[in-house]
């Protein structure tokens, strides 16, 4: 069981043992998925299904969903409103997790280049933490430099790994775009050869950091887009990811197969096929958010939609005139809804990806 091989068997986990679930997943043929969170009803949500299903989870929070933690009332024009959010989520995730009796990876998602202050804001929170505890308040961090020029994004990733690696933090990079639209960030109309990483950036991603640390992921693109999409429009190759693996594998001469940790962004909407053989190439992670989006949507639209002759006034409803209506517009009866249907869907995924059963 994946609890075998982690000193911290419950609650944010750090460091080594972050590499070693990774390396656990990849023995086992299984990948963890990535929640994105905004509030501490998704972050529930998607720890009832991980302790349900005994299995370890990622819990995530993109620069947007972090301000959304602060509250939309506050300022963001210098990322302060995302870099307080994603503090205080972060407090919130280690205060709750242990509560779940699972291992929690908490992450960040895309970090852009001109989101890149949010991302310095937090690891100046992360060193502060490290002070402290030994440890930094984050697991690990994205970085998401694949609209760049390739040697900006490998040796800026680089710069920010070295800040990393003294706290034993993992960073998660880009190669090659991931289609569609999230966050602001707009890439639906790339050129599709955009959407396909070469070995070779692989190669070239991968002997540049692991002189750093061994604490790192790469993101790479096999045709992946944001967002859901009608059937036949998003074309995967996940078999790409094999060659990347062997590419690797036959230039530094390493005796496993898959010597890097791989990344599958863009996973709602996916088969489970694709899912399968991603996960056999070597992929850990895979991200979702717009799948659970909607789920969460389907339990409150659905409650409404039943209840609507007793949430339009405070009293009086087909009962009689007279009834009271304060159980049924109980914010903690409809938002409860919304995490009932959105933690089922992270099980679905759970069960996707052989999360599901590995504790």
């Given at each position: ?35 994105n ?6 972050v ?9 299903k ?11 969903g972090?301000?959304?933690f ?5 300022k ?24 779940y ?20 804001g ?14 930094p ?7 998401d430099?694949?609209?760049?020029e ?11 790994l ?5 706290m ?6 880009e ?39 061994p604490?790192f992921s ?7 887009v944001h967002?859901v ?10 078999e790409?990811?094999?060659?990347h693996?062997?590419?690797?594998k036959?230039k ?21 096929e ?12 895979v ?18 939609l039943?209840?609507?002759d ?22 903690r ?27």
């Amino acid at each position: 069981m994946a609890q075998s091989v982690l000193k911290r068997k419950t609650g944010v986990i750090v460091g080594d043992d972050v590499l070693h679930l990774f390396n656990y997943a990849q023995e086992h043929k299984f990948a963890i998925p990535a929640i994105n969170v905004t509030s501490s009803s998704t972050v529930v949500a998607a720890l009832e299904a991980a302790r349900d299903k005994k299995a370890p989870i990622i819990l995530q929070m993109s620069q947007g969903g972090a301000a959304y933690f602060a509250g939309k009332g506050v300022k963001n024009g210098e990322q302060e409103a995302s870099i307080a959010g994603a503090i205080a989520g972060a407090h919130y995730i280690r205060s709750i997790a242990p509560s779940y009796g699972i291992p929690v990876v908490l992450h960040t998602d895309h970090c852009a280049k001109k989101l890149l202050p949010w991302l310095d804001g937090m690891m100046t929170e992360d060193e502060k933490y490290f002070e402290k505890h030994g440890e930094p308040l984050f697991s690990s961090h994205m970085i998401d430099l694949s609209e760049e020029e390739v040697e900006w994004n490998v040796q800026t990733t680089a710069k920010y790994l070295k800040r990393a690696a003294p706290m034993k933090q993992w960073l998660e990079m880009e190669i090659g775009i991931t289609g569609g639209e999230e966050d602001g960030v707009n890439n639906e109309d790339v050129d599709n050869n955009s959407l396909y990483t070469q070995p070779e950036d692989i190669y070239h991603i991968y002997s540049t950091l692991v002189k750093i640390s061994p604490y790192f992921s790469i993101a790479a693109g096999f045709g992946n887009v944001h967002g859901v999409y009608k059937p036949g429009n998003v074309k995967l190759h996940p078999e790409l990811l094999g060659k990347h693996q062997a590419y690797v594998k036959d230039k530094i001469g390493a005796k496993e197969d898959k010597p890097v940790f791989l990344v599958f962004h863009g996973g709602s909407g996916s088969s489970k096929e694709e899912y399968t053989k991603a996960i056999g190439y070597g992929v850990v992670k895979v991200n979702l958010d717009t799948d659970l989006q909607y789920a969460y949507l389907t339990g409150i639209r659905d409650y409404v939609l039943k209840k609507k002759d007793y949430i339009m006034t405070q009293v009086g409803n087909p009962d009689g005139e007279d009834k009271p209506n304060k159980k049924y517009f109980d914010p903690r009866v409809w938002v409860r809804e919304g995490e009932k249907t959105m933690s089922a869907r992270v099980a679905e995924g759970l069960e996707d990806f052989n999360t599901a059963g590995q504790l």
